[in-house]
Structures are given as C-alpha cells and as structure tokens.
C-alpha cells in the first residue's frame, strides 16, 4: 500500500527519536513491500521560531490532508516565558482539536525484562497490560471562559471544566468496543463525588454500560485510581477518564513501564489522520546528545500501522521485534544502558528483519 505521512518531529529530543521511528518504519515498508511518503513541517517552539506561529495553518492543512500524523515532542526552556503570547503546547492542543483526535490511546505493557527498571515491587507489576483512554479535546485544557481578569480589586485566573454529552460518549463508546478485545472490563474514572462534569461522565457511563452487558463497568473516583496504579495496577485493563485526570494519571503510570521514554501513544478521531506521539517530552537536557530512548516513538508508529493503515501484521512484527531487543538486553540511558538511539533502533530493525514470518 501506499501512504502520506506528515512527521511533526518539534523540539528538543523529537527530531532525534522521529528520525528512528522513520527508519523503523522505512524496514517495515521495505519488508512488506509498502511504500510511505513522509513529508516533515514544523510545529511547536521550531514553529515559532520559523514561522512566528506553533502551528501555521498550512501545516495544520497538511496534516488533515495526510492518511497520518507522527509527532517527536514539543517544548523547551527557550520558550517558557509565562507572558509570551504563543507556547510550543499551544500548537499541540490546536493540532489535536483541528484533527478532531478525541481519543488518546496509551497502552502501558510492563516487559517482564524491565520489571527491575520500575522503582515498584516486582510482584506489582507482573501481567500489567492497562489500556488508558484519555478525552483528549475537552475538559479543562479547551473550557471556555479561560484568561486572566481583575475581579473584585484581585486578580483571578479561570480554567473551565467543561464537556458535553456527545463529548463523553463518543469516548466511552471507544473505551466500551476497545474492552470487547480484551479482558471486558471497563474501569471509568472520574471525581463525580466533587463535580459536575464528572456526575455527568458517569451518568452517561452507565448509559453506554448498559449497551454493553457482556463488559463489567466499574467507576473509580481519580484519587483512588491514582492510589490503584501503584498499589494494584494488574487488576486494570482499560481505562477511560477526562482530558487532565488521563494527562496526570499516564505519566504516573509510566513508571510501570521502566522508563517514560517507553510508552506510546494514539489519538483517534471519528475519521480522518490520527496522531501518534510518545507521551514523553522534549528532554531538553538530553536533546542532540543522541542518547534518548527511540522507543515510546517506535511503538508510536506501530500504532499507527495498525490504527491508520489497517497493517496489524506489520504493527505486530515491529512491536515483537521492539519486545526481542529489551529481551535481549538493549538498553538506552534511561534503562540503564549505553546504548544510543540509533543503535537502539539498528537493534530492532535487525530483530524484525530475523524474524520469522
Ligand atoms: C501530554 C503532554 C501535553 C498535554 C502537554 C505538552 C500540552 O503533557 O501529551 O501528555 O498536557 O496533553
Ligand atoms: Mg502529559
């Protein structure tokens, strides 16, 4: 087959790590006889630089144009000053809304080699397989009113959590069809004890649940699923929760998996590209040294073979071969290793170009 796909590499350590999952994917159309066209445009704090923009709307038409989107990270130091008028972040969030990508899929697998890798007991982490479904265009990062005022002689600030009905369906609904392929449990997060939002979420959790009475619904308020993930993080298989709980709640359940620099991501709309990035950042510390761990990214592009192209093989041969080198001991710095992050990926290419098929 052929495919258009638009890399979003950004700041910091992105370019480096795109540049792997590029090749990695570049082995994967070579082995299967697929051939990806990749065009590159700038977005984030590289955006602002070039263009006076994080994201130019010719890259955002792009992106829309393309059968996928694959992003490195956004973000730096250079560009945190609180007054200035445009962020890196801001382009992000206006990429995920203008692709309409509601859905933020993190899967978050701990490999049995790295169960050291994770500061938790080793008998927590055996068989964790957690699927986070994260809203991804509404809640708090999108509610409206939102700024800055004087009131009352002070000066305020105002973040809006705000969702509608069709908001969180449409993402329950996801979480509900995505439980059917697995362990059939559906674990909603919310704070319904405290908000309203959530009072709704899980009205409408019970409503969707009813559609599904081969899939078990529990709801947990998000203190208690923070407390879940470290304490007993087996026993979840998919959970579904709003925009901010699913930001805080997958960087902590990163720590599972040895090393953020592991995890993927996909962010799914009702059609159209997806967009697919590692839930790291931009590293600043380690950028350009050649050193960050290429995999979060891989894993990336993994997904989407298997969400944007219908290539589930494909997906499964490079998510395999990624799974054969942490086996065989590849380690990057963040795993305690030296390798870098292109041996890393010659490592995999090796294993998936070895494997049998
Ligand atoms: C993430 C990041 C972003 C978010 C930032 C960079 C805006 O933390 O993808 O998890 O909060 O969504
Ligand atoms: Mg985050």
Same mark, same amino acid.
């Given at each position: &087959?052929?495919?258009?796909?638009?890399?979003?590499?950004?700041?910091?350590?992105?370019?480096?790590?795109?540049?792997?999952?590029?090749?990695?994917?570049?082995?994967?159309?070579?082995?299967?006889?697929?051939?990806?066209?990749?065009?590159?445009?700038? &977005?984030?704090?590289?955006?602002?630089?070039?263009?006076?923009?994080?994201?130019?709307?010719?890259?955002?038409? %792009?992106?829309?144009?393309?059968?996928?989107?694959?992003?490195?990270?956004?973000?730096?130091?250079?560009?945190?000053?609180?007054?200035?008028?445009?962020?890196?972040?801001?382009?992000?969030?206006?990429?995920?809304? !203008?692709?309409?990508?509601?859905?933020?899929?993190?899967?978050?697998?701990?490999?049995?080699?790295?169960?050291?890798?994770?500061?938790?007991?080793?008998?927590?982490?055996?068989?964790?397989?957690?699927?986070?479904?994260?809203?991804?265009? #509404?809640?708090?990062?999108?509610?409206?009113?939102? #700024?800055?005022?004087?009131? %009352? #002689?002070?000066?305020?600030?105002?973040?809006?959590?705000?969702?509608?009905?069709?908001?969180?369906?449409?993402?329950?609904?996801?979480?509900?069809?995505?439980?059917?392929?697995?362990?059939?449990?559906?674990?909603?997060?919310?704070?319904?004890?405290?908000?309203?939002?959530?009072?709704?979420?899980?009205?409408i959790a019970i409503q969707v649940g009813a559609q599904h009475p081969e899939i078990t619904l529990e709801h947990v308020l998000v203190d208690t699923a923070a407390m879940r993930l470290i304490t007993g993080?087996?026993? &979840?298989?998919?959970?579904?929760?709003?925009? &901010?709980?699913g930001d805080i709640l997958t960087d902590e359940a990163s720590v599972l998996a040895g090393s953020m620099g592991m995890l993927p991501s996909a962010s799914l709309g009702a059609n159209g590209p997806g967009?697919?990035?590692?839930?790291?950042?931009?590293?600043?510390?380690?950028? !350009?040294?050649?050193?960050?761990?290429?995999?979060?990214?891989?894993?990336?592009?993994?997904?989407?073979?298997?969400?944007?192209?219908?290539?589930?093989?494909?997906?499964?041969?490079?998510?395999?071969?990624?799974?054969?080198?942490?086996?065989?001991?590849?380690?990057?710095?963040?795993?305690?290793?030296?390798?870098?992050?292109?041996?890393?990926?010659?490592?995999?290419?090796?294993?998936?170009?070895?494997?049998?098929?």
């Amino acid at each position: &087959m052929q495919a258009n796909i638009v890399l979003l590499p950004g700041d910091g350590i992105g370019p480096e790590v795109v540049a792997e999952a590029v090749r990695a994917l570049e082995a994967v159309a070579s082995l299967f006889g697929h051939s990806f066209v990749f065009t590159e445009r700038l &977005m984030g704090g590289c955006s602002i630089d070039t263009f006076g923009t994080s994201l130019t709307d010719e890259t955002l038409a %792009d992106c829309q144009a393309a059968d996928a989107v694959l992003l490195g990270a956004v973000g730096g130091p250079k560009w945190d000053d609180p007054a200035a008028k445009d962020r890196p972040e801001r382009g992000l969030l206006a990429l995920r809304k !203008g692709l309409g990508v509601f859905a933020n899929l993190r899967p978050v697998k701990v490999h049995p080699a790295l169960i050291d890798s994770s500061p938790l007991k080793p008998e927590k982490l055996h068989g964790v397989d957690i699927l986070v479904i994260r809203e991804l265009t #509404g809640g708090l990062y999108f509610g409206w009113p939102k #700024g800055r005022d004087v009131k %009352d #002689g002070r000066e305020r600030a105002v973040d809006t959590l705000e969702y509608y009905d069709y908001e969180i369906r449409r993402v329950l609904e996801l979480a509900f069809r995505l439980a059917a392929g697995r362990k059939k449990k559906v674990t909603s997060v919310d704070k319904a004890n405290v908000l309203e939002s959530s009072r709704l979420w899980r009205q409408i959790a019970i409503q969707v649940g009813a559609q599904h009475p081969e899939i078990t619904l529990e709801h947990v308020l998000v203190d208690t699923a923070a407390m879940r993930l470290i304490t007993g993080p087996a026993w &979840m298989d998919v959970v579904v929760t709003e925009n &901010m709980f699913g930001d805080i709640l997958t960087d902590e359940a990163s720590v599972l998996a040895g090393s953020m620099g592991m995890l993927p991501s996909a962010s799914l709309g009702a059609n159209g590209p997806g967009l697919y990035e590692p839930i790291h950042g931009s590293a600043p510390d380690i950028a !350009g040294k050649g050193i960050a761990n290429p995999i979060g990214t891989i894993l990336s592009a993994a997904m989407l073979l298997r969400h944007s192209l219908s290539l589930e093989t494909e997906a499964a041969t490079l998510e395999q071969a990624v799974a054969q080198a942490i086996h065989d001991g590849c380690r990057t710095a963040d795993l305690g290793g030296s390798l870098t992050t292109r041996q890393m990926t010659d490592e995999i290419i090796h294993h998936m170009r070895n494997a049998e098929r």
